[in-house]
């Protein structure tokens, strides 16, 4: 399959060179001797016997118009990789920085949150400190205009709006922002600055002695702020954390064998790669980790891939926490970014990785990117997000950890406690005010009429409090729902009330200063993976907490 399409991309070149080396033929018919000279030129100008590389070369010196090479490997490189695997891919120039941002963990922008739910630009939070802060932006603030362009209510999309605020670092933009309270529009001028990306969207203590930790991508900067927060988790009495790598696609597999490294006693193996001559690098923990003491479980899910799986197959072959959800993805390729001289680059392929028991959790891709991108729709369809039951692995792909359980591999992380996809509580009035934005708009809108309480919250447990004291939040969204055209269904409303609630709390708690923390403080009481990982570390933090008590123990 892949000879066959590595055709379609060089053939029409070949075809195009060989059209012109017709005609050419044709006029110097008994010129044997411009004839020879020719194919000699042509030979001259690159190895005949690496055919892209030729035909290349071919058109470039020889082709009877002028055309751009540059356009053309703009087009050819792309389908080259595509032939290779999933994960090998070509980066424009143009792309570079927007491929790398998450990963260099920095962008240059003016450092606020915003949100266009109605076609309004509104600042949802500022980036303490930042840019937008020091210049006296506010959350609640609309911005109206930027630099000299109106656009509020002009029905931009967020990419536009996004790409005229940012900006290269230490130039300026003038914002025209409307304020609650004040009557003219407030002119502020930003000078723009590196904003940091945070990897680690929520870091609080969920219930006592046991912390939720949300990371949402391995970037550079991601085990100082996982180990910085947990440090900080340590002192408020964390025996038992919960680390949610569900939705985290991966990124630098440097930062997962720190992260690992810090679970694990010294000597334990945490990784290793193999590239095509077979040569292997392998990485050990030291001995050096901080919570070697501390109850983990690690939440993935389909979406969880590469470095996320590394951490989660690290912590399972070594039987160092439970690992609870669903199959994760099954990304066991390691790319290396190669740079060209015009500011793009090749990532591409230069190994396998492998779990400490010796799996290679990478799915099959034999039948092309595109059905293996598939992959996941036909787990959901083949009931695979249900039951743990319609997952089956061939014989050849059994392993087990360290203390002898079995594990398999060839296609992802199989977790040690299965947690099917839960829509128990899903109406079709829960649809219809989720589907159409309204439950979320309502939340940007109580933002705005309790901005000054909700200003005032600076821990989880300030927002639980302000958010206890309004009995009636259901019942006023279901009014103002019924206002945006979905009428109230009580006995739906009913069953979905802790479904609803659960969501209104979390959107509200992600506007304050709090963020993501606000976010998943609230909603984890609807999250049954989560609760179950609470209730596994809880439990093993009391046993070993126990065991640590007995006679003769430190």
């Known amino acids: 399959m892949k000879k066959n399409s590595l055709r379609i991309i060089i053939l029409p070149l070949v075809a195009a060179v060989s059209a012109v080396a017709g005609l050419l033929a044709g006029h110097m018919i008994g010129r044997n001797s411009a004839d020879k000279q020719l194919r000699t030129l042509a030979r001259s100008l690159v190895n005949p016997d690496n055919k892209l590389t030729y035909t290349l070369s071919l058109v470039e010196n020889l082709y009877v118009d002028s055309v751009s090479l540059d356009s053309i490997y703009e087009k050819t490189i792309p389908l080259i990789t595509k032939e290779l695997d999933p994960h090998s891919v070509y980066i424009p120039a143009s792309e570079m920085a927007a491929a790398n941002e998450t990963l260099d963990g920095e962008f240059d922008g003016i450092g606020v949150v915003f949100n266009m739910a109605t076609d309004t630009v509104i600042v949802l939070n500022v980036v303490p400190f930042g840019p937008s802060d020091k210049a006296g932006v506010r959350a609640g603030d609309r911005i109206v205009t930027v630099g000299d362009t109106l656009i509020a209510g002009r029905k931009l999309s967020q990419q536009s709006v996004m790409k005229r605020m940012r900006g290269k670092r230490g130039t300026t933009v003038e914002l025209g922002l409307q304020r609650q309270g004040v009557d003219s529009l407030l002119t502020v001028t930003v000078t723009r600055d590196a904003i940091p990306i945070k990897s680690l969207d929520a ?174 729709f036909d787990r959901y369809t083949h009931n695979e997000f249900f039951s743990a039951d319609s997952i089956r692995f061939a014989d050849s792909l059994r392993y087990t950890t360290l203390g002898g359980r079995l594990v398999y591999g060839g296609g992802g992380i199989m977790p040690d406690i299965f947690m099917p996809m839960d829509t128990a509580d899903v109406t079709r009035y829960y649809l219809d005010v989720t589907n159409r934005n309204i439950l979320y708009r309502y939340t940007i809108e109580y933002a705005d009429r309790h901005r000054k309480a909700l200003d005032a919250v600076k821990t989880t447990d300030d927002l639980k409090k302000l958010l206890d004291s309004d009995t009636r939040l259901l019942e006023d969204f279901t009014a103002y729902a019924a206002r945006k055209g979905v009428a109230p269904d009580r006995r739906q409303i009913e069953r979905s009330r802790e479904l609803l609630t659960a969501q209104l709390r979390a959107y509200i708690g992600r506007n304050t200063v709090l963020e993501d923390a606000g976010f998943y403080a609230n909603i984890y009481v609807i999250d049954n993976t989560v609760k179950k990982a609470i209730e596994t570390v809880r439990t093993e933090a009391g046993a070993s907490r126990a065991e640590s008590a007995l006679p003769g123990r430190p």
């Open 203 to 376: 870091a609080f203590m969920i219930e006592p002695g046991v912390a939720f930790v949300k990371l949402s991508a391995f970037s550079k900067n991601s085990h100082k702020e996982l180990t910085s927060a947990l440090a900080a988790l340590r002192r408020q009495g964390m025996r038992g954390v919960v680390l949610d790598l569900r939705g985290n696609t991966g990124g630098f597999l440097d930062q997962a064998i720190l992260i690992a490294q810090e679970f694990l006693p010294q000597g334990r193996l945490i990784v290793y790669t193999e590239d095509k001559f077979r040569r292997q690098m392998r990485e050990y923990s030291d001995g050096s980790g901080l919570l070697q003491d501390v109850a983990v479980a690690v939440l993935i899910n389909e979406e969880s891939a590469s470095s996320s799986e590394i951490l989660a197959g690290a912590i399972q072959d070594n039987d160092r926490g439970t690992i609870i959800g669903r199959r994760s993805f099954g990304k066991g390729l390691v790319q290396n970014q190669l740079p060209y001289n015009d500011g793009s680059a090749l990532r591409l392929t230069v190994a396998r990785y492998y779990t400490p028991a010796g799996r290679c959790i990478q799915k099959p891709y034999d039948q092309g990117t595109d059905k293996y991108y598939e992959d996941i």
